[in-house]
């Protein structure tokens, strides 16, 4: 597979996904994506993709809880989300 912004060579390593949910920050780990060589571009596939969309879900539920204000989440990718 090429990278999609510069053609360089991509390579399958684990990288850190963030997302910023205003109140809170959200860090899954271990992500399995391909990262480009030569640019640094980081991409994931279909599955691994869904698969944050959905961690993230989750920790948007119990991290935006007015009861328990969390300002970083950071969770492992292959743990699956409680
Ligand atoms: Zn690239």
């Known amino acids: 597979?090429?990278?999609f912004l510069c053609?360089?060579?991509l390579e399958n390593k684990p990288t850190a996904f963030m997302a910023d949910?205003?109140?809170c920050i959200?860090?899954?780990k271990n992500v399995p994506s391909q990262v480009c060589s030569q640019c640094g571009e980081v991409s994931?596939?279909?599955e691994v993709a869904r698969r944050l969309e959905k961690i993230v879900?989750?920790?948007k539920m119990t991290a935006?809880?007015?009861l328990v204000p969390t300002e970083i989440a950071v969770v492992n990718y292959s743990v699956p989300a409680a």
Request: glycine share 10%.
């Open 1 to 3: 597979m090429e990278c």
């Open 7 to 9: 053609k360089g060579k």
């Open 21 to 23: 949910l205003g109140a």
């Open 26 to 28: 959200v860090i899954v």
């Open 44 to 46: 994931y596939s279909d």
């Open 57 to 59: 879900e989750t920790l």
């Open 64 to 66: 935006l809880n007015p």
